[in-house]
Structures are given as C-alpha cells and as structure tokens.
C-alpha cells in the first residue's frame, strides 16, 4: 500500500504530537543505543584479550543463547502480563548488570560471558512488550506509520550505536562507556515510565502457555510464503552477524585503520542503509517484490566476494556502502511481505519465532565463520560468506518456491 506525501506528513505529525508514542519512541532509541554501544566494547574488549576471531564471538554468542532459548517464549509471556511494567523491569535489570561489569572487565571473560547472558535474556522481554504496546498508543490508521518510524529507528540506532563505539571507547575507555551505556537504560526506563499505558485486560479464555507458543510454528510450518522468507532472512541476519564479528579483524589486518576504528566502517554501513530507504518506495514501483529480493542477495553477495579480495580502504569502503544498500532491500522488502502474508490474530507469536530464527544467526553461523577466519584466514571467510549469499539469489532465480519470496 502506498501513501502520497501529504498522508505521509498527516501521519508523523499525528503520532509525534502523541505523547505516549513519543516516549515509548524515546524508550526504543536510547535502549537501542545503549544495547549496540555496550556490544562494541564487549567485542574490543575480549577482542585485545584474545586476539581470536572465535573469541570474538563470545559476546554475540551471549545475545544469540538468550534469543533462541527465551524469545518465543517471552512474546507468550508479554501478553500475560503488565508491558509497561515488563519495559520498566527490562531495562533497569540491564542497567544495573552493565555497571556490575565495570569492575571486572579487565580480569574475567567468563564473568563478562555469563552476565552478558542475564543482559540478553532480559532484552527477549523488552522487543515484544514493545511491538505490543505500540497499537494500544496510536490510532489504527497511523499504525503503519508507527511501525514503519520504529523499523528506521531500530536499524539506525544498531548501524550507529556501534558506529558510535567508535569514538566514544576512544575519548572515555572501555569502564566510562559502559557506564554511558547504563545510563541510556535508565533514561530509557524512566521515559517509558511516565507513558500513560494502560495494563491489559485479562484474556476471558484462558490458554495453556506452551499451545500459544507451538501455533507460531505451526503457522510457519503449513505456509510456504513465510516459511521461505524467514529462511532468506536467516541468511542475511547470519551474514551481518558474521560480518559482525570479522569487522576488527578485517580492519585492523586487511585495511590497517586498526582494531578500535571498525566502527568507522559500521557507519558507512549505515548510510548505505539510508540511500536504500530514501530509494526503495521509488524502486518497489518498477520490480516485483521478490525480484528486488533476488537481485539485492545477489548484489550482496557479489560484494562480500569483492570485499574478500581487496585490501584498499576506498575500494572497501564504497563495497561496503553497497552492502548496507542491499540490506535494507532485503530485510524491509521481506518484513513487508511477511507482514501482509501474517494473520493479525496470531502475528505476536509468527514474530515471536521470527525473533528466534534471525537471532540464532548470532549463534553457529558466527561460531562456523569465526572458525574460518581463525583456520583459512579473514578473506577466505568473507568469501565463503559471499558465495553462501550468491547462491541464495540464485536459488531465488531457479528454485520456484524460492522465487515466491
């Protein structure tokens, strides 16, 4: 569905002149900054304690346990109970677990491991109380809009937030940015705090918790639209969690910017990742949707293989550029169409397993290509990335179930 300027404007003036909407906006940003800010100094930390590849998968790997084990069951849960309370709750816990690792943060990886861990299975309850809360704030006709400015948000605040790490670990060091990054939690809780939201009424049929967690999958299962779109975003999110995790080696032994400047190279990410927003509603109108999805795997896949055979930062940087374009293209052309292929009855729970298979992107694909990279070297893993991202846009070109997507 497409909206002229003028509906466009309506809208966002709607939804920002409603105040509940706009703190619970506020609760995403900082929350998300926070979140992307302390997996950056997570990384360089264990990074200069390890200088491994596979050692650096261990913070992704702590987001990445929480958000298989957890996720599906926390969106059951979210609707059980107080949201509001839940959000609050969410983000003071990992306030308070961020600041107890400032102390140890230089003589314990297995303490940073396993307290990472509660952070991440406390963050599984704040992203579905707060896809929840948001119908309950803003009027029906506007919803699309409030969704569409919290996708933006949430990809701009992960591409920045670590692009942020940056500068921010090199003016404070690693203990004062954590403590930043607590702080972002608080404010975020107390702006969710003043939302004038009302708990929900009690379901009058009770269910039993785990049928509500098994009709997800089950959806998933008997539809073949959804079932092979969230296969092809499984391989785009395991391919930005693995870029993820080779990003301080590729720039500190392939480009030479060193290790605490691959931050530099997120943000470049990222603004490939606006063009692509400024320029996807113009394109939808000339490509099918599952074309745009072929070509943007194989655009992408062609510039990881580009990216694993040069060692020149323009060169990089513009290749780089290209893959935060094609990202966007994937990932916001298939949440639309699993979005008009979901019953509104049960997309909590589709979503729920949503959350759950992206996620455990950050589990044995980073683990596989930190592998990798530790035995045949960075660029042989970056190009073995690239030809899994390749053939995914080929499958799409030659396999007809594939190209319904």
Do not use: C
Request: no cysteine; charged share 10%.
């Amino acid at each position: 569905m497409a909206f002229t300027q003028q509906e466009i404007k309506t809208g966002f003036k709607a939804i920002f002149s409603n105040f509940g909407f706009v703190l619970l906006w506020l609760g995403q940003l900082t929350s998300q900054l926070a979140d992307r800010i302390f997996v950056y100094v997570l990384m360089i930390v264990v990074y200069q304690s390890t200088h491994s590849n596979l050692g650096v998968s261990l913070p992704l790997l702590a987001f990445g346990i929480p958000s298989v084990l957890v996720a599906p069951w926390a969106g059951v849960l979210v609707d059980r109970f107080n949201r509001k309370g839940i959000l609050i709750t969410a983000d003071i816990i990992r306030g308070l677990l961020i600041l107890l690792i400032v102390p140890i943060i230089s003589k314990s990886l297995l303490w940073i491991f396993l307290v990472s861990l509660l952070i991440y299975t406390a963050a599984q309850f704040f992203a579905p109380a707060e896809t929840s809360s948001i119908p309950e704030l803003v009027e029906k006709h506007n919803l699309i809009i409030a969704n569409s400015l919290f996708m933006i948000t949430w990809m701009a605040s992960s591409i920045f937030g670590l692009g942020l790490g940056a500068p921010i670990v090199n003016f404070f060091a690693e203990k004062k940015t954590l403590a930043i990054s607590a702080f972002l939690y608080f404010v975020s809780a107390g702006a969710i705090f003043l939302i004038p939201l009302k708990p929900q009424e009690p379901a009058k049929k009770k269910t039993h918790v785990l049928k509500d967690f098994l009709m997800g999958f089950e959806f998933v299962r008997r539809n073949q639209v959804v079932r092979y779109a969230l296969l092809k975003l499984f391989v785009a999110a395991s391919a930005i969690a693995a870029l993820s995790l080779l990003a301080i080696s590729y720039a500190s032994q392939i480009l030479g910017i060193g290790e605490k400047n691959f931050g530099y190279l997120i943000i470049v990410v990222g603004a490939g990742m606006l063009l692509g927003m400024l320029t996807l509603e113009k394109l939808r109108h000339y490509f099918k949707m599952s074309s745009m999805v072929i070509m943007s795997f194989l655009l992408s896949g062609a510039v990881l293989i580009g990216l694993a055979h040069t060692g020149d930062l323009r060169v990089a940087l513009f290749l780089i550029f290209l893959l935060g374009v094609g990202n966007i293209y994937i990932t916001s052309t298939i949440q639309t169409i699993l979005q008009r292929k979901i019953p509104r009855p049960i997309r909590g729970r589709v979503f729920g397993v949503q959350n759950m298979l992206v996620n455990s992107a950050f589990t044995l694909p980073v683990l596989f290509f930190g592998f990798l990279a530790d035995l045949g070297g960075i660029l042989f893993s970056i190009s073995i990335l690239g030809w899994l991202v390749l053939l995914t846009g080929f499958a799409g070109i030659f396999l007809p179930k594939f190209r319904t997507v």
